[in-house]
């Protein structure tokens, strides 16, 4: 079994070391990597909110559907709302990032009751259930809390799970999912915007349930906080978010597959699959990576990854997968903010089209579509964790 | 239609905030505007940063012996509320006895370790970034190691990055250049 170290390299040491700066010290992670001809940016990301939009101040009408599907506010006031997971009985877990809680909704008949049952957490962003155990991933640790459906008003004592992970919080939280094994994935991402990451990080790794049989499944990963499964060949596929400061356009993200253990994705070498990057990239050629599946766009920032396997959406939506992308900050005219969804083909390009937009109106932002999840009926629900909102998306012919 | 705890935000109020702001001035002043060494002055703070660091108080993620009970029982409106009336009043800056020599070393290295970044041009805090110029030095120095020990309560690790390079020489020189801009 491989155990992964921690890393005793902060950022600043490895950063320092790799990518001296004019000035010699590392700006804040989001700067790292700005080039000297972009000093003056103003871009910079877009701040979280401190507190949940009243559920009155979100215009749910502007998100713009295919005909015959309609948007509906299903849960509001959940500070920074962002992956969801079904409990046995019925509760939507939902966790969240900076805003350190994890809550668990439940659907009171046409009402939802918000509950939070742990906070304080570093950034728990990861959520996954199995056989009425709820497993969270902070930064460095996966937790559980058995029986938690039968005590949402006193819940379980979080147990440690697995707890030698990496500590470094720029892309330290984590996604989290049971795969078709029954193990449980994880990303471990880049500690930089572009840095040679140690090789205890960019990966996607799994665990089992019980802590023990560490592995790496895929490396050269820059962040990936989005997977899920083919339903048909089981294969895992997944998103990544770009690196920023190489300009507007450049590089796109990705939406990748690996059907097999080890694959390397390029990251800190090589870009979408077709571009050095100008330091790293020295010495290497792209063929030596994994190409994307699909380009994705320039700084979308891809989140959510999810098969539709319901029966609600026409037959066509079946194994299709939906990219809930979070939307820009390192682009002057922003891109995202929207469901997109593709459609595999037996050969040929992949189709690319958007699915739920509507959340930028012109360079303004009122939401951030972050992950999807399916309703047992077929319906999806979408998160956002800039508004701190669910929305229900439903058809009817 | 929907039942939610924690309760609902609604448009912040900056007059609901000033009678809620009333029990604070004891320690922050009326206008948040503070005279006790080691307690920040909230005037002029972004709205962002006042909420933030409440909920962090609230949720225990920001331990203090005062302020985790006062947070303990705030509502999200009452924190936006607070945030609210505390950005609109005008900060001043802190009286206290400032070294010329740190001040000056202080501004080399708030260069160098790229304060504006976040704080902006002349440390007056951006969204959940903390208006920092002028503030009391005590706290100041405070903060800045407890962030170095990685022992004070950061949003997202930023700050917690940004102190790990500084000595406890550079801590001290970047409290004085800090606490001695704005206005008196």
Known sequence: MRRIALSTLTVATLVGLLAPLASGQTPPPWKQGQPQDLADSTLAPIAQPPAPKAAGEIPVDKIKLPPGFKASLWASGINNARVMTWGDKGTLFVGSRVAGNVYAVIDKGGQREVKTVAKGLNLPNGLAFRDGTLYIAEVSRITKMAGIENALDSPPAMEVVYDILPRDLPHGWKYLAFGPDGKLYFNIGAPCNICMPPDTHANISRVNPDGTGFEYVARGVRNSVGFDWHPVTKELYFTTHGRDWLGDDLPSDRFDVAPKKGMHFGFPYCHQGDILDPEFGKGHSCSEFTPPLLKTGPHVAGNGVEFYTGSMFPPEYKNRVFLAQRGSWNRNKKIGFRVMMVTLGSGGAPKYEPFAEGWLQGEEVWGRPVYTRQMKDGSLLISDDYAGAIYRITYQK | ?184
């Open chain 2, 1 to 184: 239609m929907f039942v939610a705890s924690p309760p609902l935000a609604s448009a912040a109020d900056v007059e609901a905030g000033r009678r809620k702001a009333e029990p604070c001035a004891a320690c922050h002043g009326r206008d948040g505007n503070a005279s006790i060494p080691g307690t920040p002055s909230l005037a002029g703070q972004p709205v962002f940063f006042t909420h933030w660091q409440l909920i962090k108080f609230r949720d225990g993620r920001r331990k203090d012996p005062l302020m985790s009970p006062v947070a303990e029982h705030l509502s999200d409106e009452d924190m936006a509320d607070l945030a609210a009336y505390y950005q609109a009043q005008p900060p001043r800056r802190r009286p206290g006895t400032l070294d010329p020599a740190k001040i000056a070393e202080g501004q080399r290295l708030a260069e160098v370790h790229h304060c504006t970044s976040c704080h902006k041009p002349g440390l007056i805090g951006q969204q959940q970034a903390a208006r920092l110029a002028g503030q009391d030095l005590d706290y100041l120095l405070k903060l800045l190691r407890g962030f170095k020990a990685k022992t004070a309560s950061d949003l997202d690790g930023t700050m917690t990055i940004a102190a790990q390079p500084l000595s406890a020489d550079d801590i001290v020189s970047l409290a004085h250049f800090i606490a001695s801009l704005g206005q008196e």
